[in-house]
């Protein structure tokens, strides 16, 4: 069974601190997507990752993905309240199944 | 807005009900999946639907029975639920299986 660990489970900072967050397998997947989920939405992508090695940066938010394409790290720099929600991984694995990870609650206070 | 949208938003049913939800996307997209998700556990894909074809079934119990009428909508039939099936449940959508899911905004239910 496919599994993605992401730590932390729970995070809760001060407004303007920075933060990683990771997400590590045991098994190679052919991209690595980044999802944000906010109370009472579905999860929107932020970013796909699919070259061992690559790093993609959206705005404050820097991802990259491991260069044996089983891990990832999301970093956040200067956290904002905006930034609250749950962040979500997910590998594609070669049968086209996305496995997601269990997910990071990320809270940031004013 | 992600032109994926899921009706009822929240329901409140009896174990001995029956129950439908409905998604539809309006992306012209191929590709249609329902997921559970717990308050403990990842993200679980249930059903996946291409081009109105079901390929893939989760191992998920047949009180849940989905349906793909045509490529915009998907529903996701109820009858006999347990308690333990009170989740969030996600509709997605994707153009092909190897691309970003579109996700609806999801169904709230609880089974009493």
């Known amino acids: 069974t496919q599994l993605l660990e992401q730590s932390p489970q729970f995070l809760s900072i001060q407004e303007g601190e920075n933060l990683t967050v990771y997400c590590n397998s045991s098994?190679?997947?052919?991209?690595l997507q980044w999802y944000r989920q906010e109370p009472g939405e579905g999860p929107v992508l932020l970013v796909t990752v699919v070259t061992g090695g690559e790093v993609k940066k959206l705005k404050r938010l820097t991802f990259q993905f491991g260069d044996a394409r089983k891990d990832s790290s999301l970093h956040i720099t200067a956290a904002q309240p905006g930034d609250t929600g749950l962040y979500l991984c997910?590998?594609?694995?070669?049968?086209?199944?996305?496995?997601f990870g269990s997910g990071t609650r990320l809270l940031v206070r004013p | 807005e992600t032109g994926v949208t899921q009706t009822p938003r929240h329901l409140v049913m009896g174990m001995t009900n029956k129950k439908s939800l409905k998604c539809e996307q309006h992306?012209?997209?191929?590709?249609m999946y329902w997921y559970k998700q717990s308050a403990k556990k990842p993200l679980e894909l249930m059903f996946v639907y291409s081009l109105e074809e079901r390929v893939e079934n989760n191992s998920v119990p047949s009180r849940f029975s989905p349906e793909c009428p045509n490529s915009s909508h998907l529903f996701l039939h109820l009858h006999t639920l347990q308690p333990e099936d009170s989740a969030l449940y996600l509709c997605?959508?994707?153009?092909?299986?190897?691309?970003?899911?579109?996700f609806g905004p999801g169904t709230r239910l609880t089974v009493l």
């Open positions: 992306l012209g997209h191929n590709a």
């Open positions: 997910a590998g594609l694995d070669s049968s086209y199944k996305l496995i």
């Open positions: 098994s190679v997947f052919s991209s």
């Open positions: 997605a959508s994707s153009q092909d299986r190897a691309l970003r899911r579109y």
